[in-house]
């Protein structure tokens, strides 16, 4: 994904694959209505971490594996991870659940 906005209605992406954010160019934005699951792994092309942006306006709970970026799920709880996961970025929800030995390396995101 190049710079820019993008809305899902629901967004599931299995383990194992790879999602590749260019913010060479701006942010990556990514908006989902629904669902979210993500057991990506995030690489992230000319930056970093702090210029990529999830908002999640579901209820159901959104549970990532592995996260590059900014989580904002206002409405919904997020569950990070399974054992010894490390996440970059921000983890905002409802609720959010870390599991034992994940670790969360700060980065706020910046447009």
């Not at 694959?17 to 908006?31: A, Y």
């Not at 399974?82 to 409802?94: H, V």
């Amino acid at each position: 994904m190049s710079a820019g906005t993008y809305n899902f209605h629901n967004l599931h992406f299995e383990n194992n694959s790879i999602i590749e954010c260019d913010v060479s160019n701006g942010p990556v934005k990514i908006f989902i209505a629904n669902f979210y699951y993500s057991g990506a792994a995030c690489t992230i092309v000319g930056g970093d971490a702090s210029k990529v942006l999830y908002g999640y306006l579901g209820t159901s709970d959104a549970t990532v594996d592995k996260l590059e970026g900014t989580l904002i799920a206002p409405n919904a709880k997020v569950n990070a991870g399974g054992w010894a996961k490390t996440f970059y970025g921000q983890l905002i929800g409802k609720k959010v659940i870390m599991h034992p030995d994940c670790k969360l390396h700060f980065m706020p995101f910046v447009e």
